[in-house]
């Protein structure tokens, strides 16, 4: 049975049930709610103890966690190391042992490339020591007479394309005083300015050095850091495209060694003097001009000058580039083969003048033909006389 719990019902009170009325019911659904109300209470405060439990045990577990995994890295690095350290040993072991072994065969090779040239030698002195001796002497008096006349040529060769360094003491009408070299009376310019020579004077000195260029290398056999084609006044040059072909890889490749005509600069894109159709090398008339000199000595005023007449001067500065280095190869390839040295203070061209003084003086040609040859001379006598006291 249920307890009879207190009231203010007597109705309530007196039948021993549950409320009935609606107060007695209202007052125990007050009672209920409160006592719910407190136990949600005290379970959310249960909650957020259990939360911040759990937080703190989390917090726990990732610090232990993070502390087993750097364990775990460091023993992995220690044994890491420790084979490393093994590897190292062996490598060095083994890089000894065969340092040894290739000391060994080095030896062994040593020892016998030394018998074999011995026996070459005693082969040589025993079976060819005549053929040797013949075919040195022909080599040297070949190459004597090649000398000479390979001399006489460019003696000719000088005398058709004469140069010379010249200083001028008073300034010319021009403008121009100092040092200048020149090719037959005609000054090169200094440096890399096309200004620093007339227009005519300009374009007939690059011109001669072109043909004078060319036969050099041909006449000499020299190699040709960069093709060229003479034309007078009007001489271009380039880089060649390959070893196999000639031409230049492109248009904006090839530039002149000239300045053309004002009144031809200013004409349009389509007959502009870079056009290789063109039958006068991409020039309207090929007669000069009688007009005052446009380019004076001063340098060159890239302000006032139109866009065209920029690149023009930019791309005959290259040409006079490509033209000095085309001279200062073909001049060391030949100083070296000489056995010389270049001449250091000399300008591009006067080190290039006195080579071809060089090679057109008999005399001096043969003086150092007889020092290069002085060791294969002296090597060869010693060899026929070992070989004829061995003969007595």
């Known amino acids: 049975m249920m307890s009879k719990k207190a009231s203010n019902c007597a109705i309530c009170d007196n039948s ?3 409320s009935i009325c609606a107060v007695c019911v209202n007052y125990r659904l007050n009672e209920y709610n409160s006592l719910l109300k407190s136990l949600k209470n005290h379970r959310d405060l249960l909650y957020s103890k259990l939360n911040e439990l759990i937080a703190a045990k989390g917090k726990a577990d990732d610090q232990l966690n993070w502390r087993v995994r750097q364990s775990e890295k460091l023993t992995n690095l220690k044994e890491k190391l420790r084979r490393s350290k093994e590897q190292l040993a062996q490598g060095k072991v083994k890089i000894e042992r065969v340092s040894h072994e290739l000391k060994v065969k080095y030896g062994v090779l040593k020892s016998a490339r030394g018998t074999l040239e011995k026996n070459r030698v005693e082969k040589l002195e025993k079976f060819y020591p005549n053929l040797i001796c013949t075919q040195s002497l022909g080599h040297m008096a070949i190459t004597s007479e090649r000398l000479h006349k390979q001399s006489v040529v460019i003696k000719q060769i000088c005398k ?3 140069q010379r360094r010249v200083h001028l003491d008073e300034e010319r009408r021009d403008g121009s005083s100092g040092q200048y070299d020149l090719i037959c009376s ?10 620093s020579v007339p227009t005519e004077e300009l374009a007939a000195s690059l011109g001669y050095m072109v043909q004078l260029l060319n036969l050099v290398v041909h006449n000499l056999a020299a190699p040709a850091l960069h093709n060229s084609g003479f034309a007078g006044s009007c001489s271009r040059i380039w880089q060649r495209d390959s070893y196999w072909d000639a031409r230049p890889s492109s248009r904006s490749n090839e530039y002149p060694l000239f300045i053309p005509r004002q009144n031809y600069c200013s004409t349009c894109g389509d007959n502009s003097w870079t056009d290789k159709s063109s039958s006068n090398f991409g020039v309207a ?20 000058a139109s866009p065209h007449t920029v690149e023009t001067h930019k791309d ?5 580039s490509l033209l000095k280095k085309s001279v200062a190869c073909v001049t060391t390839y030949c100083y070296n083969s000489l056995c010389l040295d270049v001449p250091t203070e000399s300008s591009t061209f006067e080190a290039f003048s ?6 057109s003086s008999t005399r001096e040609v043969r003086s150092v033909f007889s020092l290069k040859m002085a060791c294969s001379r002296y090597n060869l006598l010693c060899f026929l006389l070992i070989y004829e006291l061995d003969f007595i």
């Not at 006195?354 to 090679?359: D, E, F, G, I, V």
């Open 186 to 195: 005609a000054r090169l310019p200094r440096g890399l300015d096309p200004h």
């Open 285 to 304: 008339s090929m007669e000069s001009e009688r007009r005052p000199h446009l380019d004076s000595i001063n340098s060159f005023n890239y302000s006032s």
């Open 354 to 359: 006195k080579l071809l003084a060089t090679l």
């Open 316 to 320: 005959l500065q290259k040409g006079i």
């Open 16 to 18: 021993n049930r549950a």
């Open 160 to 162: 058709l394309f004469p």
